[in-house]
């Protein structure tokens, strides 16, 4: 298992994780101090099922104290967060 911790701002960036792993926020009191919000483009190149999406997720991944936001420009079917590899328990 591994951490990633963030600071206090907006990373623009869209995120696909692997399994095992957690991006954690900076304040535990205010998910909004740290805040993935991807361009548009980044969330068109991150795709999950042919859809733009912010984050894609995996097995035992966990986002914690941050918040995730879509580009204002985006359409129908754009997805805040996809979960693939799942394993059923």
């Given at each position: 298992?591994?951490?990633?911790?963030?600071?206090?701002?907006?990373?623009?960036?869209?995120?696909?994780?692997?399994?095992?792993?957690?991006?954690?926020?900076?304040?535990?009191?205010?998910?909004?101090?740290?805040?993935?919000?991807?361009?548009?483009?980044?969330?068109?190149?991150?795709?999950?099922?042919?859809?733009?999406t912010?984050?894609?997720?995996?097995?035992?991944?966990?986002l914690?104290?941050?918040?995730?936001?879509?580009?204002?420009?985006?359409?129908?079917?754009?997805?805040?967060?996809?979960?693939?590899?799942?394993?059923?328990?």
């Amino acid at each position: 298992p591994m951490t990633i911790q963030l600071g206090a701002g907006i990373f623009e960036e869209a995120v696909t994780l692997i399994p095992f792993v957690t991006i954690r926020g900076v304040d535990e009191t205010d998910n909004t101090r740290s805040r993935i919000a991807p361009t548009s483009e980044q969330a068109l190149d991150n795709r999950s099922d042919d859809q733009p999406t912010a984050v894609v997720a995996a097995n035992r991944t966990a986002l914690e104290n941050l918040s995730v936001e879509l580009p204002t420009t985006t359409g129908d079917g754009w997805r805040v967060l996809a979960i693939s590899d799942v394993e059923r328990m």
